[in-house]
């Protein structure tokens, strides 16, 4: 038995309120869960200079990682007694950076990458140098800044 055209048209806008109300109660139910999940969006802060410590943390400690801004930069006190500062993240695939006084480097321990100490690859993965930043002691503070500030 076939039904008449006007009960296939009033179960097919049946069909269409039930779809429709589905739909906008699935976005009442996950649009909250996506908005909780997602974090918000962070300006990003310029930073110009930040302090890194007093030249006396550098006497004990011949390295340190500080924050500039986003970025992880690592402070380095030579064997000569210079400071150098370059940012602490692996040109290669973003892994952390350290200091290796044993070696003379800054060695990237995920894939052995190592950068001499101006911050050029020597060996292993890396495709580019490190970014350098400057470091300026006053009195006893130690001060990193951009590098391409005069
Ligand atoms: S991430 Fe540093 S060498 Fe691969």
């Known amino acids: 038995m076939s039904e008449s055209p006007e009960t296939e048209g009033k179960r097919d806008f049946l069909k269409l309120i039930l779809g429709g109300s ?3 109660w699935l976005g009442s139910v996950l649009y ?6 997602k974090p918000p969006a962070q300006p990003e802060v310029e930073v110009s200079s930040i302090l890194a410590g007093t030249i006396q943390e550098f006497e004990e400690a011949n390295a340190k990682i500080v ?7 690592i402070v380095v006190k030579l064997e000569t007694g210079d400071l150098r500062a370059y940012e602490a993240t692996c040109t290669h695939l973003d892994c952390t950076v350290q200091y290796r006084r044993d070696l ?25 140098p490190l970014e350098q930043f400057r470091v300026v002691q006053k009195d006893d503070d130690v001060y990193v800044t951009r590098g391409d500030e005069s």
Do not use: E, Q
């Open 22 to 24: 589905l739909t906008v």
């Open 32 to 37: 909250p869960i996506f908005a909780f999940l």
């Open 67 to 73: 924050r500039f801004g986003r970025k992880p930069v």
């Open 104 to 128: 003379g480097v800054i060695w990237c321990a995920c894939h052995n990458g190592k950068y001499d100490m101006n911050g050029r690859v020597l060996s292993g993965p890396p495709p580019r």
